[in-house]
């Protein structure tokens, strides 16, 4: 399904984009900074993921429609902050859109190229959180992934669904809607209910921003 992964693959990284353009205006980054931050969050996870596959050049560079995606969200990011700011739960449904759509597309693109089940799930991960990860370390942010919110186990239960139900039998455009839905539900209801992955018991109590 190349033309429905190259969909997926374009909104998250309009999303992913909008988010480090997002950060980047809290921060008081100057155009640079939001340019930065949105080719970041926007391109992380997926070039990471097409080096480890061995993409050479990195699909979002060969393909320009990458580039302009990022710099639509940037120029956004950077004219309408306030607009943004106001608009920020919706940016987390997006935001989780994203995250499900980049975990879908990593977990194809290894299939397709080979991989077994528990790699395949690995790349969905990372293509997910890779973008986010690089932004929070950019802007001196603990990574969200590290810390709070069901985030990297959202991408893995949905990377997951699509490797299951596609060994079941199910065709890849099905499996595929489903599995972005399980990782959106599950990333909202964590955002919605404050859900957190397991801490070590004993440690300080987190406190839940509205990052």
């Known amino acids: 399904m190349p033309s429905l992964t190259l969909t997926f693959d374009l909104f998250g990284t309009f999303v992913f984009a909008l988010s480090g353009a997002l950060l980047a205006t809290r921060k ?3 155009i640079v900074g939001v340019v930065v931050l949105s080719l970041v969050a926007g391109l992380g996870g997926g070039m990471t993921r097409d080096v480890l596959l061995g993409a050479r050049p990195p699909v979002s560079l060969e393909n320009q429609t990458y580039l302009f995606t990022i710099l639509v969200a940037a120029l956004v990011g950077f004219l309408l902050p306030t607009e943004l700011e106001r608009a920020v ?3 987390r449904v997006l935001d989780a859109l994203g995250l499900g759509f980049f975990a879908l597309t990593g977990t194809v693109k290894a299939v397709d190229a080979g991989l077994g089940p528990l790699a395949a799930v690995l790349l969905g991960v990372l293509t997910g959180c890779g973008g986010g990860l690089l932004r929070d370390l950019l802007a001196s942010e603990t990574p969200l992934l590290l810390h709070r919110d069901i985030y990297a ?3 893995a239960f949905g990377a997951t669904v ?3 139900a ?3 039998g199910v065709s890849e455009s099905p499996a595929a809607v489903f599995s972005v839905a399980c990782t959106v ?4 209801l964590a955002i919605r209910y404050q859900l957190n992955a397991p801490r070590p018991p004993g440690g300080p109590t987190q406190r839940h921003d509205s990052r």
């Not at 539900?185 to 909202?188: I, P």
């Open 28 to 30: 008081q980054f100057d």
């Open 89 to 91: 739960d919706s940016i």
């Open 153 to 155: 186990l959202a991408a």
């Open 162 to 164: 699509f490797i299951v």
């Open 166 to 168: 596609t060994e079941l």
């Open 185 to 188: 539900v599950t990333r909202l």
